[in-house]
C-alpha cells in the first residue's frame, strides 16, 4: 500500500526514494545517495557560486539528518500498525480511510519539518538574476512534463497501467485477473489528472516566484511554503481542493477494493512486506 501520488510534495523529495524503493530492500542504500540526489535537484533551480554550494551541502546534511532521527521511527510505527491491522482483517474502507489519513499526517509533519531548511537555502537567492534563473529553469522542467503528458492517449494510458501494477505487485505480489481489472480501470478514470496537476504546479509556481520577488525574511517564506505545499488552492485555484479530494477519494476506493479481493497469501505478503520496510526505517533511525 502507498499514498496516493497527489499527496507527496515535491519539498519531500526524500519521502519519494523511501517510498517506491524500486524493488531494493536496502533502505540505508537509499539514504547513502539520497542527499546527493536532494543536492543535484535543488542544485538544478539555484544558480550556484562555491559557497552556495558548500552552504546547500551543508543544509541537505542536517535536513537528511534531522528525517533519519525524527520522520523515520513515525513511519517505522505508522507501517507497523498498518500490517498489525492487516493481520486482524481490519482492512475495510473504514480501516482504509484511518489509515490514509494517518499517513497524511505524518506527511504534514514531514513537510513542515523540512520547510525552514528549504527557507534558509531560498532566502540567499532572490536577486532578480537568481529569480530569472529559477523561472528558466522552471519552464524548461514544465515543458518536459507538458511533453509527456501530450503522448498519445494510448502511450499514456500503457505507461500509466504499468506504473500501477508494478507498485501494487511490490506489495501484493502477483495479481489476480480482477485485480488487474480494477486497475485498468483505475488507469482509465485517472488518465487526464496529470494535466490538471501540471495546471497547478504551474500556478503554484508562479505565485512562489512572484512571492520571492517580494524580499520576504526567512521566517515569511517558511510560513509561505508550509501554506503553498499544504493548501496550496489557499493561494492560487480554490477548485483545486475539490480535486484533490475527488482523486484521494478514488484512490481509497481503489484500495478498498483490492483488498477485498485479496488472497490470504496476498494479505500476507503485504504484512511481510510492510514489517520489512518498517525494520529498515528503524534500523537508519538508530
Do not use: D, F, H, M
Given at each position: 500500500m502507498t499514498l496516493p501520488r497527489a499527496k507527496t510534495r515535491k519539498i519531500a523529495i526524500l519521502l519519494v526514494l523511501i517510498a517506491v524503493l524500486e524493488g531494493c530492500s536496502s533502505t540505508r542504500l537509499i539514504y547513502a545517495f539520497a542527499g546527493g540526489f536532494i543536492q543535484d535537484e535543488v542544485s538544478y533551480f539555484l544558480d550556484l557560486d562555491e559557497e552556495g554550494d558548500t552552504f546547500l551541502t551543508q543544509q541537505v546534511t542536517e535536513m537528511v539528518a534531522w528525517h533519519r532521527k525524527n520522520v523515520l521511527p513515525n513511519y517505522a510505527a505508522f507501517l507497523t500498525d498498518m500490517a498489525n491491522k492487516l493481520a486482524a482483517d481490519q482492512y475495510g474502507a473504514a480501516d482504509i480511510a484511518?489509515?490514509?489519513?494517518?499517513?497524511?499526517?505524518?506527511?504534514?509533519?514531514?513537510?513542515?519539518?523540512?520547510?525552514?531548511?528549504a527557507s534558509r537555502i531560498l532566502v540567499r537567492h532572490m536577486t532578480g538574476d537568481d529569480i530569472a534563473f529559477m523561472e528558466e529553469r522552471m519552464a524548461v522542467r514544465r515543458q518536459k512534463r507538458l511533453d509527456e503528458i501530450s503522448k498519445p492517449e494510448d502511450t499514456r494510458y500503457a505507461d500509466r497501467i504499468d506504473r500501477l501494477k508494478t507498485n501494487f505487485e511490490r506489495f501484493f505480489g502477483d495479481l489476480t485477473d480482477g485485480q488487474v481489472t480494477l486497475l485498468e480501470a483505475h488507469s482509465r478514470a485517472t488518465l487526464g489528472d496529470p494535466r490538471?496537476?501540471?495546471?497547478?504546479?504551474?500556478?503554484?509556481q508562479r505565485a512562489f516566484v512572484a512571492f520571492l520577488k517580494t524580499q520576504p525574511v526567512e521566517a515569511a517564506l517558511t510560513v509561505y511554503l508550509d501554506k503553498l505545499l499544504l493548501r496550496g488552492h489557499e493561494i492560487t485555484d480554490p477548485d483545486y481542493k475539490a480535486f484533490s479530494k475527488a482523486s484521494y477519494d478514488r484512490f481509497s476506493t481503489l484500495l478498498v477494493s483490492m483488498l477485498a479481493i485479496s488472497s490470504p497469501a496476498q494479505r500476507e505478503t503485504i504484512i511481510v512486506t510492510l514489517r520489512d520496510y518498517a525494520e529498515d526505517f528503524k534500523s537508519v533511525s538508530s
Open positions: 484511518k489509515a490514509l489519513a494517518a499517513g497524511q499526517s505524518l506527511l504534514e509533519k514531514t513537510v513542515t519539518g523540512l520547510t525552514p531548511y490538471v496537476r501540471l495546471r497547478n504546479r504551474t500556478l503554484r
